[in-house]
Structures are given as C-alpha cells and as structure tokens.
C-alpha cells in the first residue's frame, strides 16, 4: 500500500476517511478508542502543512438524515483527543455548503463532516456521489481500517479520484494481522467465542490449517457439543451449522478444544441461578452461559508457551458479571504473554471485554476493525484495501 510518507500534503487539503461510529450515549461518546487511534495520521498530516478534512459514518441511517445519526457529538471528542478546534460541518457532505466550507480551511485547520451515509449513494458506490466528495480535497486518506471491507464512496470509490494513502492505522492494522496468516511463529493458538457459528465459519475454515490448537468458546461452542451427540439444554446454537461443526471435528478433531463444563443458568438474566455442569450434559430448561472452571484452567493451559495468539468473540455472557469469568481468564492468560507470544485481539466484544479486564496494554494489537478483520483473515482482499495499492 501506499502510504503517507508518497504524499506531498505542504499547502493541500487533505480528505481522510476515518471510522468515528463510536458508542454515543446523551450526546457523550462512551468510548473514545478509535478516536484517539486516529489521531497520529491526523497529526502527520497537520505536521506536513495540511488542512484536515475528516469524513466517517455513524450508525445505519436508512432515510437520510437523523438527529440520532449526526456526528456532532463526536467532534468535541475528536477536538479533546486532538488538542486543537474542530470544526463541525453540518450539511450534507455533498452540498455546496460544505464544499464551501471545506474550501475556507486554512493549513494546520480540522473539519469534520456529517454522517457520509445520509448521503443515498454512499453505500452504492455512486460515480456522482464519488466525484462530489472527490471536490473536498486535494488527496485522500483511508484510516478507517474498520470499513475497509466496505466497496462504498467515501472508502474506495473516492480513492480513484485522487492521489491517495493508506494512514498509519490502516496500514498497521493489515500488518499485524496478516502476521496471522504468513508464517506465525509457533505453536499459534487460537481462541474463537461468540454466538455463532456461521458469522465466523470462513475465518476458522481459513485458520484452521494454520494453527496448532483453536479454542472454541461461547454461544458457538454447543453448536459444536449437539453435533456430538451432547444435551445442550435451551442453549443458543444453530441446527443449521450442526453438520459443518461435524465435519470440522472429523477434520480437525486433534486441533479443535471444547468446553469441557459450562456453567449453566435457569434463565438468560444477570441474576440466574447456576450450576457448573458437563458442557454436554446441560439439564432441560437451563442453558450454558459460561466455560465452566475446569474449561477455563484447560484454556490456560494450552495457551502456556504460545508465541502466536488470536483471540476473537468472548467465553460467555461477560455483560453479565456473574458470567464474565471465563472471558476474564482468558483475558488474564492472554495478557500474561507479553514478551513471550505476538497477542492480536479482535472483534467489539472482545475489545471491550479485554478493556473491561484491564490487560489491554499487555496486548500487542488490538484491532479497531471487526468485520473487517474477520474478511481479512478468511483470505478476502479487502476493497478499501485494494484502492491503497
């Protein structure tokens, strides 16, 4: 790819496509990360002399513009994690209004634009749409590694209209997972949890040969267990995955680890009540909401000695307390490799149980794409990707 250090940006307007769709919550955002991991490709830009024009989505709007979709509350963090004004533009990013305002911006200055999917042909790669934002700036860059798989406007369709760059988060986002996929050091582990099977199949057909052990977790493991033959009781799985789950154990039986005990509740609340259990002998009426402790000691254990760790989708329920456990631990064990293993993790929920845990600064990367990572690690050349070569 392409990368900042090709473009002469001295007394240009530089239009970066950023990924602002931040949890916003009373007009506060919650959470700042992918925020702040933007700002040094911001900063290089400023540095070099340039006008920054940020453009990002927020949410799936379907009708056009709504409040609850503006980026606005966003610009005060993006101003705070900058040190610098902000300025937000509140027309349509293909307005003349905007086209105008961003003209006004002197070097050294930031604007922000509106929601860029209030725009009809934004997710159609619309040719019109492509040549109007392609006006706002004197060159493009995409740090938004969290759309990169995305074939919109505002991430590749724009890219053929300018002289263009990939900034530092998108380039050390493809750098550290394609660490996964190109001679990983050994042994290299890998943990997949969430609800289920299907949203992550291609990822673990694609890894599987791969790694020396994959550690199946969560609502996606008692897919995994009925296939067995195992009573799974009233727990999330997906009877149409149950023949694929069957034929990766018989593929791949020696690399694959399931939950050996779950802890089991009476109901889908914070405050069931539980019992460890078998992970495949779970009574009627009760569901597996957590890997169990003779699980989580299992786990630990083969992680000990990794040098290559991937770690996507959390053991259980870990918004509930009493069901965080398992993830906690796997968080820990993780953590606890700084300095002996290459440790990746990816996907909102494992960010944001990883961040919960406190052991975030221990790991090597932690991706800011969700979707995004997943295609890139099936193998899938990413379009946002392709446009940066």
Known sequence: MQNLNTLNVNGKRVLVRVDYNVPVKDGVVQ???????????????????????????FGRPKNGPEDKYSLKPVAASVEKALGRPVK???????????????????????????????????????????????????????????????????????????????????????DALSKLLTNPERPYIVIIGGAKV?????????????V?????????????????????????HEDDQLDLAKRLLSEYGDKIMLPVDVIAADAFDANANTQVVPSGEIPDGWQGLDAGPETVKLYSDALKGAKTVFWNGPLGVFEFEKFAGGTNAIAAAVGSLKNQAYTVIGGGDSVSAINKSGKADQIDHISTGGGASLELLEGKELPGVVAMK
């Open 212 to 236: 020396d052990k994959l550690l199946i977790g969560g609502g996606m493991a008692y897919t995994f267990i009925k296939s067995q033959g195992g009573k799974i009781g009233e727990s999330i």
């Open 88 to 174: 937000f533009i509140a027309s349509l990013p293909s307005s003349e209004e905007t086209l105008a305002a961003v003209q006004a911006l002197k070097p050294g200055e930031v604007a922000l634009l509106e929601n860029v999917r209030f725009e009809a042909g934004e997710e159609k790669n619309d040719a019109a749409l492509n040549d109007k934002l392609a006006k706002l700036g004197d060159a493009f860059v995409l740090d938004a590694f969290g759309s990169a798989h995305r074939a919109h406007s505002s991430v590749s369709g724009v890219a053929e209209k300018l002289p263009h760059a990939a900034g530092g988060l998108l380039q050390t986002e493809v």
């Open 198 to 210: 299907s949203d992550k199949i291609k990822v673990i057909e694609n890894l599987l040969p791969k």
């Open 31 to 57: 959470d700042d990360t992918r925020i702040t991991a933007s700002v040094p490709t911001i900063q290089k830009l400023l540095d070099g002399g340039a006008s920054v024009v940020l453009m990002s989505h």
